[in-house]
């Protein structure tokens, strides 16, 4: 069974610039669910996709966008990059889209804007 | 929304020693309570987790207690080892049709050879 892998590891951008990020979910799993994480804080919720369709959205603007694909797979995409976009990037795999299924992190993509 | 408070920020054992985690959450909809572990540079890892129609779950040394009258949950860590020192959060999740966790802040666990 294939874990969930993101890429890339580490990127650098400078404020304005737009960036995507990718993730490949679990095998079996439907859904994918992209999660920010400051510095010294817990994640926090950026949105959901279940089987190609956004399912549910937290506290963040619209800039901040993505995809699902076919095979499960997701893109997170930022355009109009801020400083406080720096953080770890995480996406998360689970079957299901509903509450109680286990979500599966990835090792994230560390985000430097500057 | 839900908000999900942990305590404490940060927590010192000696190996071989108990550790607890408590967190409280406010939405008495959430049925969810996972717990993750995240060491440097990785993910958080799945390491227990809890739903509201059970009261408590272990597995070997790590275990869950759930009340859902004072809404709060705690992770037990019984015979702390050092690969136990990490950072550890708590969340919470609703049955509002989709699997938004909210996170805890986060507790550095330091076990002490």
């Known amino acids: 069974e294939t874990g969930v892998t993101q890429s890339p590891t580490h990127l650098i951008k400078t404020r304005g610039q737009q960036v995507t990020l990718r993730c490949s979910s679990q095998?079996?799993?439907?859904?994918v669910s992209w999660y920010q994480q400051a510095l010294g804080q817990g994640p926090q919720f950026i949105f959901q996709y279940y089987r190609e369709e956004e399912n549910g959205r937290g506290n963040f603007p619209p800039r901040f966008s993505g995809l699902q694909f076919p095979n499960y797979s997701s893109e997170l995409n930022v355009n109009a990059l801020e400083l406080d976009d720096s953080a770890l990037y995480l996406c998360?795999?689970?079957?299901?889209?509903?509450?109680?299924?286990?979500?599966?992190f990835g090792p994230g993509t560390r985000l430097t804007v500057l | 929304g839900e908000n999900v408070e942990q305590h404490p920020s940060t927590l010192s054992v000696q190996e071989g020693d108990s550790a607890v985690i408590k967190c409280t959450y406010s939405d008495s909809a959430s049925n969810y309570f996972p717990w993750y572990k995240q060491e440097l540079g990785k993910g958080p890892q799945l390491i227990i987790d809890i739903r509201s129609n059970v009261g408590e779950k272990k597995d070997q040394r790590i275990a869950v207690t759930l009340n859902k009258t004072a809404k709060h949950f705690s992770l037990h860590i019984t015979e702390t080892q050092p690969e136990d020192s990490a950072v550890y959060f708590c969340a919470a999740s609703t049955a509002h049709g989709n699997e938004k966790l909210t996170f805890g802040t986060g507790t550095r666990l330091t076990i002490i050879p």
């Open positions: 095998s079996g799993h439907n859904t």
């Open positions: 998360a795999s689970s079957s299901g889209g509903r509450s109680y299924n286990e979500q599966f």
